[in-house]
């Protein structure tokens, strides 16, 4: 559940304000685009990264996005301060407003911006997985953008906790694992960690891939790009999930495969990750401030 206060284009507001119009066609359309921030410390982890993500997926759904990092990240912060979440999820959202016949009269911005904090989800210790084929379309335009329109997500993750799952492995059209509905998946092969490419399986860029891939290292373990198929992930050493929220959570099944349960590669890079986050929220220049 959302905490009490919201972020609403760059204000203060109760979660129970009715501050929304039918005329918004993003709300109508899943027009829009958002990131899922870790709160740590009163300090937005990987700020820039969520950004620049939020920034491209922008661009690429022609959604206005006026927003310096500098100005976003103050006005999130606010809302931290707000809801003294220190320690948190945050969701941040740009709607768009205009176009299409349906459009309004009521919205006077051509986007508006939501944000919302809650507390942190106990995710457990491992998770098991079912599998969803042709779920993303690696080929598409759109592919690997963090839009509003999330629906078929939350039905494969509806369906896979009816089921006694936590989550699935979505397939693209060739069959190749792309990645969960709201995470990144890793494979470890020896010295080796394996998760797949960008430009062809249609995943989504993670900000927690991204670190793995770039700024997380750790002697005799190389984290590369590959294809990766269901009969890789059974043959890999080991398997483990990334996101914000998860950081890194090993897979203790998936529905109908075998697995090796090796996990010397995730325990090693988690234990790195956690040293990296440290640094980052001891160095921060900006942060919600607490109540003296």
């Not at 042709?134 to 039905?155: D, E, I, P, Q």
């Not at 999930?241 to 590669?265: A, F, M, N, W, Y």
Request: one cysteine or more; charged letters at 20%; proline letters at 4%.
């Amino acid at each position: 559940m959302i905490h009490s206060k919201i972020l609403h284009n760059h204000e203060i507001k109760s979660s129970s304000d009715l501050i929304l119009s039918p005329g918004q066609v993003g709300l109508l359309n899943g027009w829009g685009v958002f990131s899922t921030i870790k709160v740590v410390d009163g300090v937005l982890f990987a700020f820039a990264r969520h950004w620049a993500r939020m920034r491209h997926d922008a661009d690429v759904m022609r959604v206005l996005f006026p927003w310096s990092a500098a100005e976003l990240e103050e006005s999130l912060l606010r809302l931290v301060e707000a809801n003294e979440a220190w320690n948190s999820t945050l969701r941040v959202t740009v709607c768009r407003n205009k176009g299409t016949m349906w459009a309004g009269p009521a919205p006077a911005t051509a986007v508006d911006l939501f944000a919302f904090t809650a507390d942190r989800n106990d995710w457990g210790q491992a998770v098991k997985l079912g599998v969803v084929p042709h779920a993303r379309y690696a080929a598409s335009r759109f592919a690997g953008t963090k839009v509003m329109s999330w629906a078929a997500n939350l039905v494969w993750y509806e369906e896979a906790h009816a089921a006694g799952l936590d989550e699935v492995i979505l397939l693209n059209e060739r069959g190749e694992v792309s990645e969960l509905t709201s995470a990144n998946i890793f494979a470890g092969f020896g010295n080796q960690v394996r998760t797949p490419p960008l430009k062809s399986s249609g995943c989504l860029p993670g900000v927690t891939r991204q670190l793995l891939l770039e700024q997380i290292h750790v002697e005799g373990i190389e984290v590369v790009e590959a294809v990766l198929t269901l009969d890789d992930l059974a043959a890999a050493d080991g398997l483990f999930i990334s996101s914000s929220t998860r950081d890194l959570l090993p897979v203790g099944s998936i529905e109908g495969l075998p697995l090796q349960h090796g996990d010397q590669q995730r325990v090693r890079l988690l234990s790195a990750y956690r040293t990296y986050e440290a640094a980052y929220v001891s160095s921060a220049v900006r942060r919600a401030k607490r109540p003296a």
